[in-house]
C-alpha cells in the first residue's frame, strides 16, 4: 500500500466516513476476518451485540476498495448466507446531547439561584450523574439550604441506582 493512500484511509478514519460497513444480523456472535489497512495482515473481529439496536460491536468499517474486496472473498459464506450484510451508516440516527447534562459551571450557578421548583424540573431532565454531581458541589460551596443538597444527593442516587441496573 503507498503512503498516499495509507494517510488517506487514516484521514476517513478520523472523519468517521467508512468506505462501506458490514452488519451482522443474527443474535449470536460472527467471527469475521479482515484486512488490517495499516500492516496488511488478516485480522479476526468478533461482531456481537444485538443488531437491532445498532450496538457498535455488531458493525466492521472498511476503509477502502481492497479491504472491502478482500472482506466480501473472505467472509463470502456469512454473507451469501445473510448473516453479514452491507450496511449504510448514515441511516442511524445521530444521539442528539441533553442540553441539561451540559450546562456550564455558571448556568448551573444560576439554576441553583432560581425557585426551587424550576431546580427540581432541570434536574429531573438530567439524565448524567455528572451534571448532578458538579451542582452538588457547587449547592455545598455556596452553602445552600439541607434541602436543596439533600433534593440533589437523591437525584444523584436515583442516577447511580438506574445506572447499576442498566449494567
Given at each position: 500500500?503507498?503512503?498516499?493512500?495509507?494517510?488517506?484511509?487514516?484521514?476517513?478514519?478520523q472523519?468517521?466516513?467508512?468506505?462501506?460497513?458490514?452488519?451482522?444480523?443474527?443474535?449470536?456472535k460472527?467471527?469475521?476476518?479482515?484486512?488490517?489497512?495499516?500492516?496488511?495482515?488478516?485480522?479476526?473481529?468478533?461482531?456481537?451485540?444485538?443488531?437491532?439496536?445498532?450496538?457498535?460491536?455488531?458493525?466492521?468499517?472498511?476503509?477502502?476498495?481492497?479491504?472491502?474486496?478482500?472482506?466480501?472473498k473472505?467472509?463470502?459464506?456469512?454473507?451469501?448466507?445473510?448473516?453479514?450484510?452491507?450496511?449504510?451508516?448514515?441511516?442511524?440516527?445521530?444521539?442528539?446531547?441533553?442540553?441539561?447534562?451540559?450546562?456550564?459551571?455558571?448556568?448551573?450557578?444560576?439554576?441553583?439561584n432560581?425557585?426551587?421548583?424550576?431546580?427540581?424540573?432541570?434536574?429531573n431532565?438530567?439524565?448524567?450523574?455528572?451534571?448532578?454531581y458538579?451542582?452538588?458541589?457547587?449547592?455545598?460551596?455556596?452553602?445552600?439550604?439541607?434541602?436543596?443538597?439533600?433534593?440533589?444527593k437523591?437525584?444523584?442516587?436515583?442516577?447511580?441506582?438506574?445506572?447499576?441496573?442498566?449494567?
Open positions: 500500500m503507498t503512503e498516499i493512500n495509507s494517510s488517506t484511509i487514516y484521514s476517513a478514519m472523519t468517521g466516513i467508512p468506505y462501506k460497513s458490514y452488519r451482522k444480523t443474527i443474535l449470536g460472527v467471527e469475521v476476518k479482515y484486512l488490517d489497512p495499516f500492516e496488511e495482515k488478516i485480522g479476526v473481529i468478533l461482531l456481537q451485540g444485538h443488531p437491532n439496536h445498532n450496538d457498535e460491536t455488531c458493525f466492521i468499517d472498511m476503509w477502502s476498495e481492497k479491504e472491502d474486496a478482500f472482506f466480501k473472505i467472509n463470502a459464506n456469512h454473507i451469501k448466507n445473510g448473516v453479514i450484510i452491507p450496511f449504510n451508516r448514515a441511516s442511524i440516527p445521530v444521539a442528539e446531547s441533553n442540553p441539561y447534562n451540559v450546562l456550564t459551571d455558571e448556568e448551573l450557578f444560576d439554576l441553583l432560581n425557585p426551587f421548583f424550576k431546580l427540581q424540573q432541570a434536574m431532565k438530567m439524565t448524567s450523574q455528572a451534571p448532578v458538579r451542582l452538588l458541589t457547587i449547592a455545598e460551596s455556596e452553602e445552600k439550604s439541607e434541602k436543596i443538597i439533600n433534593h440533589i437523591a437525584r444523584l442516587s436515583e442516577l447511580q441506582e438506574h445506572e447499576l441496573n442498566v449494567r
